[in-house]
């Protein structure tokens, strides 16, 4: 398939005929960044980081004119360098899921044909039969929200190695695969000087505002727990969450687990991932009633010591005296709540 629609090129920057139509401008790092001709794609690029870190969507703009879709093509690299040089995991997070909810919103709006085309240039192996849309499991699984009990392989049809799935399921799935390439893609790179310099009052002011976020996040109280009895390791997840940082699932059930096992309120534990760069109201939601028990019969414990050490959550390098006398976190925070009352004594 060959897209030969410039707006078209203008909503998915980051399909291979939007970045070889930017290569044919001939337009150098310099000139993008410095250039007055492309002002107003330097200030669409401030615009789509700005919106995601605060709406959480990079925002609409019009697409009238080719000079408008030339400039939102090429604000797309710019967000993304500028994304990187702020240097903040909770800012890149937050951007790339801004991206990719916006490419959501248009992809619903496209026929099969164009999402089987975008399908196949992310690396995904999904075809049509009849009228029936199916997806190779291993991708499904890759890119898939598991985490809803529809989603679940359980209790999709799989035949012949494919799941089936329907035309919102597949946009849903692209978007997962963005905001996930987009991730890598910014946490491997490095900030560019020149990048830095053309942007510096606004970055600082993003860096400022992203910390500021964290460290609010981060002295906030959470419900009756006192946060200075918290164990190293929850302590560590908590820290986690709030930057941004890819935390694994065990970590994220460890400390819903640890919380729900103090008497936390479930919607105070919520509040806890509000803060979070990639928080999703529904995804929280269900992971939170599983863990807790709202959901099923089951009221999980967090895992003990041996187990956070194992699934390499345990902190290690910060493991303190009374770490060394307890096995579970648990037990860390009772025992130093009962050391705390002795010396207030």
């Known amino acids: 398939m060959e897209v030969k629609d410039i707006a078209t ?14 290569k044919g401008l001939s337009i150098s790092v310099d000139d993008l960044l410095q250039d007055l001709a492309y002002e ?13 870190l605060r709406k959480g969507d ?9 000079t408008d879709c030339i400039m939102e093509l090429l604000s797309y690299p710019i967000a993304r360098m500028i994304s990187v040089c702020v240097g903040e995991p909770y800012l890149r997070r937050r ?14 709006n496209e026929d099969m044909s164009f999402l089987l085309w975008v399908a196949k240039e992310l690396g995904m192996d999904v075809k049509t039969l009849d009228s029936r849309i199916e997806i190779y499991f291993v991708d499904y699984l890759k890119n898939a ?6 989603w679940k392989l359980v209790n999709r049809v799989l035949d012949r190695g494919y799941v089936y799935i329907n035309h919102r399921e597949l946009c849903r799935i692209i978007e997962e695969n963005l905001r996930n390439r987009i991730v890598k893609e910014l946490d491997s790179r490095e900030c560019e000087e020149t990048v830095y310099k053309t942007f510096q009052k606004e970055i600082e002011g993003f860096r400022n505002t992203v910390r500021l976020k964290i460290k609010k996040a981060r002295t906030k109280s959470i419900g009756k727990v006192n946060m200075t009895l918290m164990p190293p390791c929850m302590r560590k997840i908590l820290s986690m969450i709030q930057s941004g940082e890819n935390v694994p699932h065990m970590a994220r059930f460890a400390i819903v687990a640890f919380l729900n096992s103090l008497n ?3 919607n105070e534990i919520m509040e806890m991932f509000r803060n979070a760069p990639d928080y999703e109201e529904d995804k929280t939601r269900y992971q939170v009633e599983h863990i807790t028990g ?9 895992p003990g010591c041996d187990k956070m050490r ?15 006398k307890v096995n579970h976190p648990l037990s860390y925070y009772k025992l130093k709540w009962k050391l705390s009352k002795g010396k207030k004594k």
Do not use: M, W
Request: positive net charge; aromatic residues 14%; hydrophobic residues 30%.
């Open 40 to 52: 107003r794609a330097r200030v669409i690029g401030l615009e789509r980081v700005e919106n995601a």
């Open 145 to 150: 929200p598991t985490r809803y009990k529809e």
């Open 9 to 22: 090129l203008a909503k998915y920057p980051f399909l291979k005929e939007s970045r070889e139509y930017i």
């Open 294 to 302: 709202r959901k099923s019969s089951t009221k999980y414990t967090p």
């Open 95 to 108: 951007y790339a899921l801004g991206e990719a909810i916006h490419f959501y919103k248009y992809l619903q």
């Open 310 to 324: 194992t699934y390499g959550i345990c902190p290690v390098e910060e493991i303190d005296e009374i770490c060394k």
């Open 58 to 66: 990079v925002g609409n703009r019009s697409l009238a004119t080719e």
């Open 264 to 266: 936390l309120s479930f």
